[in-house]
């Protein structure tokens, strides 16, 4: 029997999922996707989600803890924030250039908007944001009670703070003190590591079930179909794949080619070709993690105590997609409503994209809602995000693999300046 690779699994179940919900929509079966198909995509979510919290606990704690000395966790802190901003700073700056040279917002019909029920949420959002500090973010971070912050999916900073502190802890406490914890994470982390394998194998099918599901619900909550709904959009949407095509094809490997030796273009897509098709189909770096550890970890081959102290942090920290995009977006919403953003309020913009990246959550939609934040700098009323709502899904999906791509190539960097050292 033909042997074919995961992530050829993985697409073409992608492919088939597409091609069934546009199918589906020319013979009346969308219902059956939303009612039989879309379950399996949801329980295949709260799978990845499932695995996802314990295997970001464990393999911190076990990452930290393996590390000989506090001074070696800084060391590598230190590098991994830096590398995070820099490339979030790139992304802002490509997606800034491209959408005031492209302009696709000018000459666009304001007449078309349409309100819809998201943005009276966006807006609650907006009113419980006004009068926060600007450190609440760092505040949020630590957790009072670890036991709800693990119950909580949106609370992963806590995690992981609550995570590299044992870790930490565990460095400094008596060695013969701990050999039964360390086993113990040891074994569990193994578990969680055994249960993303599992889930993977069985990838393919569920997200056949994911993309027929999740695209026939969006058509369906619109007037078009879902052809028609990414050509209203075209120059937006195609400013924001430029840009995230930039960042993917030409910027990652470049940062990739000047600090690791030997980069091999082909081999690095092609380990972590699942992670980006996973990410691309469930839209949240968060339920990818299990698996783009597992790829940057065993076809990458970067050694466990990189992995999975740097890949955890970027899944919840580096998002470059999603600042990319938000950049677009807004200067997008500028042009459409004829506001004049001088290049100061463009920087104003770029600096709130990559910290509303830091906050936000790796989950479907987390950069629509704190598009919300980057829009406050500007006189724009978040009312007009109703605009860009009808393709942000299917850029959602698209950000979320450049957020992905960018956790991998980090972590790759980290390495390799880890061996040098
Ligand atoms: N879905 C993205 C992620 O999880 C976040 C976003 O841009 O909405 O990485």
Redesign the pocket.
């Given at each position: 029997m033909i042997k074919i690779s995961l992530h050829w699994k993985i697409l073409i179940a992608m492919l088939l999922g597409l091609i069934w919900a546009l199918a589906s929509e020319n013979i009346n079966l969308v219902s059956f996707n939303i009612l039989w198909l879309s379950p399996f995509g949801d329980i295949f979510m709260k799978l990845l989600k499932l695995i996802a919290v314990p295997l970001v606990l464990f393999s911190i704690i076990k990452g930290v803890s393996n590390l000989s000395s506090i001074s070696e966790l800084g060391k590598m802190g230190t590098k991994t924030i830096l590398l995070y901003l820099t490339t979030t700073c790139f992304a802002v700056f490509i997606g800034l250039f491209l959408v005031n040279q492209i302009g696709p917002g000018k000459g666009f019909n304001i007449g078309e908007i349409k309100k819809n029920s998201k943005v009276s949420s966006i807006q609650e959002q907006v009113s419980t944001n006004s009068d926060e500090s600007p450190l609440k973010f760092i505040v949020d971070m630590v957790p009072e009670n670890i036991f709800l912050s693990l119950g909580d999916n949106k609370a992963m900073l806590q995690i992981i703070f609550f995570a590299i502190f044992f870790g930490s802890v565990l460095i400094l406490i008596d060695k013969k003190k701990k050999v039964q914890i360390d086993i113990l994470i040891d074994s569990l982390n193994e578990v969680f590591l055994k249960m993303v394998d599992i889930v993977i194998r069985y990838s393919p099918f569920f997200i056949f079930c994911l993309m027929a599901g999740t695209l026939s619900k969006l058509s369906s909550g619109s007037d078009g179909g879902i052809v028609e709904i990414i050509l209203g959009l075209g120059l937006y949407t195609i400013v924001v794949l430029l840009g995230l095509s930039i960042m993917m094809l030409v910027i990652y490997p470049l940062i990739m080619k000047i600090f690791i030796n030997n980069f091999s273009y082909k081999l690095f897509f092609k380990s972590i070709a699942p992670a980006q098709l996973l990410?691309f189909s469930?839209?949240?770096?968060?339920?990818?993690l299990p698996v783009t550890m597992d790829c940057v970890n065993n076809n990458l081959r970067v050694p466990n105590k990189v992995t999975s102290f740097v890949l955890p942090i970027g899944?919840t920290v580096n998002?470059d997609?999603?600042s990319l995009?938000?950049c677009v977006a807004v200067v997008f919403l500028a042009q459409i409503l004829g506001f004049d953003l001088t290049l100061s309020n463009q920087l104003l913009i770029a600096m709130t994209a990559v910290l509303a990246?830091i906050g936000?959550?790796?989950?479907?939609?987390?950069?629509?809602?704190?598009l919300v934040v980057v829009l406050g700098v500007t006189d724009i009323d978040p009312m007009y995000i109703a605009i860009i709502l009808p393709v942000d899904r299917i850029?959602?999906?698209c950000?979320?693999v450049i957020?992905?791509t960018g956790d991998a190539t980090v972590c790759s960097v980290v390495n390799s300046w880890t061996k040098k050292n």
């Open positions: 990410a469930t839209s949240s770096s968060a339920a990818t899944a998002m997609g999603t995009y938000q990246s936000s959550a790796a989950v479907p939609s987390a950069g629509l809602f704190m850029l959602d999906m950000r979320t957020n992905v």
